[in-house]
């Protein structure tokens, strides 16, 4: 979710007005998903890099954060989300933490649509966890090496449980994954647009998966393997 910063500035606003602003998008990209049926809505809400970013804007980011999951919980639980999340939590402030746990207990029944925060993530702090993971499980003799497939690295990261996506969307012209579940995105489709992420609507998540339903997706094999004529 790219551009917040550069929108504010467009309209001579400070950069957290840019995040404010983009709530709304959230709140569009959330309801077009579960209008057509998508059961996994992941959000790159906030990287591990970006806590180098000024710590004022740093703080009004978790702070936007509390208050938009407390604000939207009750519409949440009423329209069947179950709010998930992945990434370094521990690493968020203490308010923010217990609000999100509070709001991943209320929602854990519900089962129309999983949207996932990835908050203080990078696919390669998330890949180094899972690599101390298994050398420890080899250490200590409860795994083999030879053994290890790539169902148990996936077993092993923080979207265990989760398929892998099939579509990444990333807004403002950016044309790159920026540390964005590495993994998991291998066979993913990329989707790219110059619109800012607070102008994104549900028609430009509706114009995205239009776009990936016309693909082939041959995993390897040849378009004959896919469509035997």
Not at 4 to 24: L, S, T
Not at 114 to 131: D, F, G, K, P, Q
């Amino acid at each position: 979710m790219d551009g917040n910063g550069r929108w504010a500035e467009q309209q001579g606003e400070h950069r957290v007005m840019g995040h404010a602003n983009g709530v709304r998008s959230v709140r569009e990209a959330l309801l077009a998903a579960t209008e057509i049926g998508v059961e996994y809505l992941t959000l790159y809400a906030f990287s591990t890099e970006n806590w180098k970013r000024p710590t004022a804007e740093v703080e009004a980011l978790m702070d936007l954060l509390v208050r938009t999951v407390i604000g939207e919980l009750a519409e949440l639980h009423t329209n069947g989300v179950r709010l998930n999340t992945i990434g370094d939590i521990d690493s968020l402030p203490e308010n923010c933490r217990k609000t999100l746990q509070e709001a991943i207990e209320a929602t854990k029944n519900n089962d129309r649509i999983t949207i996932t925060l990835a908050l203080s993530y990078s696919a390669r702090w998330e890949i180094v966890n899972m690599a101390r993971k298994l050398a420890t499980m080899a250490a200590q003799g409860t795994l083999d090496p030879a053994t290890i497939t790539d169902a148990t690295i996936s077993e092993h990261l923080t979207t265990v449980g989760m398929p892998d996506p099939e579509l990444l969307i990333r807004t403002s012209g950016e044309q790159r994954v920026s540390n964005f579940l590495l993994w998991q995105i291998a066979y993913a489709e990329l989707w790219f647009t110059p619109v800012l992420w607070p102008d994104f609507r549900k028609e430009h998540l509706f114009q995205a998966v239009l776009d990936y339903q016309n693909r082939e997706r041959r995993f390897g094999l040849v378009s004959e393997q896919i469509t035997p004529r």
